[in-house]
């Protein structure tokens, strides 16, 4: 059933009186028919007063033609169509579009709540200083999903309060405006995974924190993933670029030469062909070193860290504490 995916938290009156109307929610999707229409279908149901922007890169497995369905059904639903250059570039064409205040991305294989939205928007509200907010994510059986790997510490935690975290999850998060104006857009250097530890290390170099809600949504991680052996070569990747990104040189160097001793050994033991041709590419990329960081196996937009223009919203009252800024990257 679709309504049991986001009746896994309390509901009282005050929930359902509360307006969304200063929320917009990015979902980026490309080939997800799969889970498309339960998403769009939960979002009708829990949040109809969003602004909901569906960023469509090139979909050919009729998941667009479900997106224009609901264009009837959800009064401020925008379809926008556009090259497909990976997760960063749909979700910044959508936040470049997006109106409001407070701005989500969601991936299509996530079934926001009402509370959920609610409860991050108040930490948001509550503390300018906070640069963006998780909920706990679920699998679809009920379980707790380990994002960040199962030894990330709020996955060991039965997280019943707000906690303060490192790190958001960029298949659901919720980032004020005026954050995004100051740090920038993702970097659209990376095409899939990565992207928000780039922006929360950028934005945490500015002084702004994370927090994690314990309102829990349902994630089905890998249904809106193309499961294509590129998709590993892409992690690896990206990864080398993060840490040669942000990291001093020696830790560069030592994760470079780890990444290649890995290419070396996986592709004579894995014993999948695609993912022995990964390991090779992984190989090869961390050879070359840093030149190669950019080399994905897909195609990038080329438009780095893209500005957000400033929006014609009245802004908050204010307690920003800057940090001095520094290079973050060495």
């Known amino acids: 059933m679709i309504s049991s995916r986001t009746q896994i938290n309390p509901v009282d009156s005050d929930v359902v009186v509360k307006s969304l109307e200063n929320i917009s929610i990015v979902i980026p999707s490309y080939n997800g028919i799969r889970v498309m229409r339960e998403c769009l279908e939960t979002l009708l149901r829990e949040a109809p007063e969003c602004e909901i922007i569906v960023a469509d890169g090139g979909s050919t497995d009729g998941s667009r033609e479900v997106t224009t369905e609901f264009l009837g059904r959800l009064p401020r639903l925008k379809l926008l169509e556009i090259?497909?250059?990976?997760?960063?570039?749909?979700?910044?064409?959508?936040?470049?579009?997006?109106?409001?205040?407070?701005?989500?991305?969601?991936?299509s294989d996530l079934f926001i709540t009402r509370l959920a939205l609610l409860s991050m928007r108040a930490q948001l509200e509550a503390d300018a200083n906070i640069g963006g907010v998780s909920p706990v994510l679920l699998n679809g059986d009920g379980s707790r999903q380990p994002f960040f790997g199962y030894m990330y510490w709020p996955n060991l935690t039965a997280m019943k309060h707000v906690a303060s975290v490192n790190l958001i999850y960029g298949c659901c998060a919720m980032i004020p405006r005026s954050a995004l104006e100051r740090v920038g857009l993702f970097d659209e250097r990376f095409f899939f995974y990565n992207e928000e530890f780039d922006w929360c290390w950028r934005a945490a170099s500015q002084g702004y924190q994370f927090r994690l809600v314990p309102e829990r949504v349902v994630h089905l991680e890998g249904s809106s993933t193309p499961q294509h052996s590129n998709f590993q070569l892409e992690a690896q990747r990206g990864g080398l670029?993060?840490?040669?990104?942000?990291?001093?040189?020696?830790?560069?160097?030592?994760?470079?030469?780890?990444?290649?001793?890995?290419?070396?050994?996986?592709?004579?033991?894995?014993?999948?062909?695609?993912?022995?041709?990964?390991?090779?590419?992984?190989?090869?990329?961390?050879?070359?070193?840093?030149?190669?960081?950019?080399?994905?196996?897909?195609?990038?937009?080329?438009?780095?860290?893209?500005?957000?223009?400033?929006?014609?919203?009245?802004?908050?009252?204010?307690?920003?504490?800057?940090?001095?800024?520094?290079?973050?990257?060495r």
Do not use: C
């Open 83 to 107: 090259p497909n250059h990976g997760w960063a570039h749909a979700t910044n064409r959508g936040f470049e579009s997006a109106s409001s205040r407070y701005l989500v991305t969601i991936n």
């Open 241 to 329: 670029y993060l840490i040669d990104k942000h990291f001093p040189r020696f830790w560069s160097e030592a994760t470079r030469r780890m990444a290649q001793l890995l290419g070396f050994v996986g592709k004579r033991i894995d014993p999948n062909v695609e993912r022995r041709s990964a390991w090779q590419g992984i190989e090869v990329i961390a050879k070359r070193g840093p030149s190669a960081y950019l080399d994905s196996p897909f195609p990038l937009s080329g438009r780095l860290e893209p500005a957000l223009p400033p929006s014609t919203l009245a802004p908050m009252r204010s307690s920003f504490r800057s940090q001095p800024e520094g290079d973050s990257s």
